[in-house]
């Protein structure tokens, strides 16, 4: 038998199932609550609000545990790559040697676009943000394969426009990159393994050779394994939302991509590094900022810390920190930022107003400066964020199908104006 837990409202008792998680985290179930009560509960932000039962990832914010399909994020970071890790929270298990072997293939085969995505690309001014046409350019897949435009086809065919998207948006993001720069797009190396291939077409130019550094390109696995899911996010929950409509697998990704772009969420990577610049410039006096991040008239927060969930530590910025010190040592890179980054957070984690608000570094302070140091431009860390993203999303909306989950689509509770009668406009 399960929990119970009761509403009271006026004299009347609602009785509603309590729901208990592997992890034994609990949840009121209230589906069924309007239809008896002719109530709704109000949760702007859904601060509160459980939107499925999702077999994926496994986050404790108090506890600062991450876990994709029970795997712990510190041995995945550690021990997988990129590839492997998309195939787990994808299909549910890690892969085994041939099936694994299998999936790296079907990818790299699958790397090219169509030609004449080159004339969508053009169609865009250079200096446009790559995130706007990397969104686009994902969309435009459902006019070359107008087949994923019903998500309701076999299997095999949902599996086919899973992994054109795994293998596409890597050299469509790299593409994107070289229009905004105004230089000519590379084809994809498909002798490279996934990353390296992303790292050539972002930086080979025209007759000069460029070989991939192994540690440049380890570094941005870890990264893209850290960012791969994190459950049921702004972006994550719009590519569930959207595909609850039975819209393809590209037009849910496409709308990830847009709610990700946001400096409260994937964007604030970009905004974190452009905070740390603007404190160097300024003198790098970071009480100055702390006082201005406390300031509740002045709209300046402290970007890449604080989280709706983790209210302890996040374990991805405790990795990623490492790494950052990591990847600057071996590179041999002095960069002043990443001093400003440590002396910010070290006077916020003894600060009361961050103590009290439970405010930590989350994944995106010590990311950028991971970024920076591998060469990656500012305006293209948000992309990054997209292609670690990229797999947890596909996860989730293939989930979300599966269990054949109904439209997204809250409730609201009204506060405009009753009936007015309508008054013709040489009247008013
Ligand atoms: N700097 C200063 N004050 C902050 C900050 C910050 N970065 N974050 C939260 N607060 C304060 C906020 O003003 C509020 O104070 P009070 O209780 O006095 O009104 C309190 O802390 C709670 O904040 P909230 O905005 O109600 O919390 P939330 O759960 O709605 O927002 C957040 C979470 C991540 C949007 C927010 O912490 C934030 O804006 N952080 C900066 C942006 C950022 O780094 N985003 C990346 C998130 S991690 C990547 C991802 O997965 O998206």
Same mark, same amino acid.
């Given at each position: ?74 041995? /995945? *970071?550690?021990?997988? +790559?990129?590839?492997?890790? =998309? @195939?787990?929270?994808?299909? #549910?298990?890690?892969? $085994? ?68 998207? /795994? *293998?596409?948006?890597? +050299?469509?993001?790299?593409? =994107? @990159?070289?229009?905004?720069? #105004?230089?000519?797009? $590379? ?242």
């Amino acid at each position: 038998m399960s929990e119970i837990a009761e509403l009271k409202v006026g004299d009347k008792v609602y009785k509603l199932p309590i729901i208990t998680g592997t992890e034994d985290e609990k949840a009121i179930d209230i589906s069924k609550l309007r239809g008896e009560s002719g109530l709704i509960t109000l949760d702007p932000g859904f601060k509160n609000t459980g939107s499925t039962k999702s077999a994926i990832t496994f986050l404790d914010g108090e506890k600062g545990i991450l876990r994709y399909r029970g795997y712990a994020i510190e041995d /995945l *970071a550690e021990k997988s +790559t990129f590839l492997e890790v =998309a @195939y787990l929270l994808i299909y #549910g298990e890690l892969p $085994n040697k041939t099936t694994l072997d299998s999936f790296t293939s079907d990818i790299t085969k699958h790397t090219l676009i169509h030609e004449d995505i080159k004339s969508i690309l053009d169609g865009f001014p250079s200096n446009s943000h790559p995130m706007g046409v990397l969104s686009s350019l994902v969309s435009s897949l459902t006019a070359f394969y107008p087949e994923s435009l019903d998500p309701n086809r076999s299997a095999k065919d949902v599996d086919l426009s899973i992994r054109r998207l /795994l *293998a596409k948006v890597p +050299t469509m993001a790299a593409w =994107a @990159y070289k229009n905004e720069i #105004g230089h000519p797009a $590379n084809y994809p190396d498909n002798k490279l393994n996934y990353t390296s291939n992303f790292l050539k077409m972002m930086f080979a130019v025209p007759a000069e050779d460029y070989d991939v550094d192994p540690v440049i390109a380890n570094a941005l696995d870890k990264l893209l394994i850290l960012h791969a899911d994190h459950e049921q996010n702004c972006s994550t929950s719009t590519v569930r939302v959207v595909g609850s409509s039975h819209a393809s697998l590209y037009a849910s990704i496409a709308a990830g991509i847009g709610a990700l772009w946001g400096p409260l969420h994937g964007g604030a990577n970009q905004a974190v590094i452009e905070m740390l610049e603007g404190i160097k410039k300024d003198g790098g006096d970071v009480n100055k900022y702390m006082a201005k991040a406390k300031d509740k008239d002045d709209p300046f927060r402290l970007m890449g810390f604080g989280h709706r969930v983790y209210k302890n530590f996040d374990p991805r910025a405790k990795i990623i920190k490492k790494a950052a010190d990591d990847v600057l040592d071996k590179l041999g890179i002095n960069d002043p930022i990443l001093e400003i980054a440590k002396g910010l957070e070290e006077v916020a984690l003894k600060d009361d107003y961050f103590v009290e608000r439970k405010l930590y570094p989350n994944v995106d302070f010590y990311s950028g400066i991971i970024y920076r140091a591998i060469g990656i431009p500012t305006s293209m860390f948000t992309v990054m964020f997209t292609l670690g993203r990229l797999p947890g999303w596909i996860a989730q909306w293939k989930e979300m199908r599966e269990n054949k989950e109904p439209i997204g689509r809250p409730r609201q509770v009204y506060t405009g104006k009753n009936l007015t009668d309508f008054v013709p406009v040489e009247k008013r």
